[in-house]
């Protein structure tokens, strides 16, 4: 009897704890009620500028600065690579990919982008203009050295 | 069998015994419109996109993840209008060249995905070198230069269009290969047309 006591307290306090973060209002980010499907965002523009953006760290991959709608990237074609790869980039002025693009994971130089760079998007991706849902805090690291 | 020919030979040189000249001039009209049409409405059906896709369902597909089946504005290209010209007599010529593939087609020799993925890079650039020839006229049917207007471009598409595509040094299909059908295996072929 007393056993079961002890689990109807801990159930209304998982409830009532449950009812608090409603109350709290933790789903803002949802913008409506749990039990309610909501509109679907409109889909974000993806840049597409040309613009070489400034890239937060040194390491950081470059972002694509353009729109890449179908552009496929699979075992038979890697689309990017017919502007990007070293052999077209003076008639296309397109950015080549960096040298560590060719090496393998020993550092070996290959003929061509090493297998483990290829899928462009893992590390590449557009820029949209959506409306952040959360503030960035992100500091440079010059400023953050400043800060000190 | 001469017999029978000289007989049907003298029928059709002969004049006409029962029938009045205005029934035979009306007669001949109307049977022309009728043959003629007839000709036509079959050759038309064979460029809708049902025609088409009673057999390249797979190729259908395709199309349907890209820019010419869905856009903005829901002007799109069906299969003919890229694989067959417009105009009359090369629409005619093309259609005989089409009548090898109906062989083909009874022979059975593309009759599975995995011998079409085979033989894709050959009928791909088969394609390709029939729009290199032309000039890539059936995307200019749509696609016409002189009105294009650079400003409404992105950059580095009016660094091409205005240097190699203005200046007759390449033609649409040269940069824009496999814009309504995914590719076939490229390494060896030449993406950015620069050779």
Not at chain 1, 70 to 80: A, E, H, K, S
Request: aromatic residues 10%; neutral net charge; hydrophobic residues 40%.
């Amino acid at each position: 009897m007393n056993a079961f006591k002890t689990l109807a307290l801990v159930a209304a306090a998982a409830f009532a704890g449950a009812t608090a973060i409603a109350s709290d209002n933790f789903a803002t980010l949802r913008d409506g009620a749990i039990a309610q499907e909501k509109d679907a965002p409109r889909f974000a523009k993806v840049e597409n500028n040309d613009i070489k953006r400034k890239r937060a760290y040194p390491m950081q991959p470059p972002t694509i600065p353009h729109k890449i709608d179908g552009y496929q990237v699979d075992l038979n074609v890697n689309r990017c690579m017919a502007c990007h790869s070293r052999r077209v980039t003076e008639a296309t002025q397109a950015p080549m990919v960096s040298v560590t693009h060719y090496m393998d994971r020993d550092g070996n130089f290959l003929a061509d982008v090493s297998p483990r760079r290829y899928f462009c998007q893992q590390c590449h991706v557009t820029q949209t203009d959506a409306r952040p849902v959360l503030a960035n805090e992100f500091v440079d690291i010059d400023e953050l050295l400043q800060g000190r | 069998m001469k017999a029978l020919l000289l007989k049907y030979w003298r029928v059709i040189s002969g004049p006409s015994k029962h029938y009045s000249l205005g029934f035979l001039t009306m007669g001949g009209f109307v049977m022309g419109v009728i043959f003629w049409g007839g000709f036509n409405t079959a050759m038309e059906f064979t460029n809708t996109e049902v025609f088409c896709t009673s057999c390249h369902e797979n190729l259908y597909a395709e199309l349907q993840d890209t820019v010419h089946f869905t856009n903005r504005s829901g002007v799109r290209a069906i299969c003919s209008s890229c694989h067959v010209p417009h105009d009359w007599t090369d629409k005619i010529a093309r259609k005989m060249q089409a009548s090898k593939e109906v062989f083909a087609w009874m022979t059975g020799s593309i009759s599975t995905p995995e011998k079409f993925e085979a033989r894709r890079l050959t009928l791909a650039e088969r394609e390709w070198h029939r729009l290199k020839a032309n000039d890539s006229l059936e995307c200019r049917n749509c696609h016409q230069f002189d009105y294009m207007d650079f400003t409404a471009q992105s950059q580095r598409a009016v660094n091409m269009h205005s240097t190699a595509l203005a200046g007759g040094d390449k033609t649409c299909i040269d940069c824009h290969k496999g814009i309504a059908h995914r590719l076939p295996d490229m390494s060896g072929v030449d993406m950015a047309g620069l050779d």
